[in-house]
């Protein structure tokens, strides 16, 4: 309702350069409900570099902190863009209008092939491109990775410090989300996994770990428990 009341339209794209938090998930499902691209992009961008990313991707809206609202305003004024904050507690002005509207909302029809989200390469080889992704593609990933990985309801996925750009199907599957804040150091590898067998959880990341291969747990009545670090080589 946040999104159709500042004159949003299916198509339309939103930029998002905030944290992972259970609030940034809520954007990106406001943005598949109203019929909106879903844009995530890393925290660690600078404003030059996000000064591409909104003028390539057409970007109607940009979300992101209030600490770079003032340095994105004029970026953002440039290329046609409304500004909106998102902090990591959940204030900021995009809920401040969310929660003005009502609780209701008819979802927008779409098609399989419909445009759901542009996730941006990382660049290493050349400027960073966008990948156009279908409602198919996402519906595809997130129902491959529930079989292969035999996601249930009861399961919880603990995903710490990876982007909302590298959540892959995590915001499709039917596991509860328990997002850890920031860590670092190799120490923390090690309490990643007492973690794991703690919680009964599957953990997905990427950053600030050894390279190592996939490792998989068994452990406690509900079996096979999995850490996949088949992104640490990037």
């Not at 990313?53 to 004024?77: Q, Y």
């Amino acid at each position: 309702n946040a999104f159709a009341a500042q004159g949003l339209t299916p198509g339309d794209r939103v930029a998002a350069q905030v944290e992972k938090s259970h609030d940034a998930l809520a954007v990106y499902a406001a943005c598949v409900q109203a019929g909106l691209v879903f844009l995530p992009l890393n925290t660690g961008y600078t404003v030059d570099e996000l000064s591409y990313f909104i003028e390539d991707s057409g970007a109607s809206m940009v979300i992101c902190k209030g600490d770079r609202r003032e340095a994105l305003t004029p970026i953002a004024k440039k290329h046609r863009a409304q500004i909106e904050t998102l902090e990591d507690d959940g204030t900021g002005s995009l809920p401040d209008k969310a929660g003005d509207q009502a609780d209701s909302f008819k979802t927008v029809k779409r098609t399989e092939d419909d445009l759901a989200a542009l996730l941006y390469t990382s660049g290493t080889t050349g400027r960073s491109k966008g990948a156009m992704l279908t409602h198919r593609n996402l519906a595809s990933n997130a129902v491959t990775l529930a079989a292969l990985w035999r996601f249930t309801a009861a399961d919880v996925m603990m995903s710490y410090p990876v982007e909302m750009a590298h959540l892959r199907g995590s915001t499709s599957r039917p596991a509860t989300a328990d997002w850890l804040s920031r860590i670092h150091a190799r120490p923390a590898y090690q309490r990643l996994l007492e973690e794991m067998r703690r919680q009964q959880a599957v953990a997905e990341g990427k950053q600030h770990l050894p390279v190592f291969p996939s490792i998989r747990i068994r452990d406690g009545p509900h079996g096979l428990h999995r850490y996949d670090a088949a992104w640490m080589g990037e």
